[in-house]
């Protein structure tokens, strides 16, 4: 079992950077595919950024050249840096993880493909 719990989420201004944090429990974070989403009443939960156990990344399009995921192995947490940030990317965000086999990349972007989600923290882009 694997708990997430996200944080740094906030009231951020056009243009600015923001970084979210997401803390997983467990000794096994090491081998998990880790990957970030948004959510919004009209797009529904989106795929933002993936990455593997071995530290492999993807983006998404809307998002890829402004964000950057990580993730410290050592500490148990994934890290979603949001740079120039844009009024589009106000959502409620969700980390969510997926133990072995390894999810392949194609398969990253459909949420049911995860099986451990946090509860999500809110970030609002102001214009």
């Known amino acids: 079992q694997v708990q997430l719990v996200e944080s740094g989420g906030g009231l951020v201004q056009v243009g600015s950077s923001l970084a979210l944090s997401c803390a997983a429990s467990?000794?096994?974070?090491?081998?998990?595919?880790m990957a970030w989403f948004r959510q919004t009443p009209g797009k529904g939960r989106e795929f933002v950024a993936g990455i593997s156990w071995s530290g492999t990344t993807g983006y998404a399009d809307s998002v890829k050249g402004r964000f950057t995921i990580s993730r410290d192995n050592a500490e148990n947490t994934v890290w979603l840096g949001m740079n120039y940030v844009k009024p589009e990317d106000t959502a409620l965000y969700y980390c969510a993880a997926d133990p072995p086999p390894a999810l392949t990349r194609t398969s990253w972007y459909a949420p049911g493909n995860w099986e451990y989600w946090g509860q999500g923290t809110q970030v609002t882009v102001s214009s």
């Open positions: 467990g000794p096994t974070f090491s081998s998990l595919s």
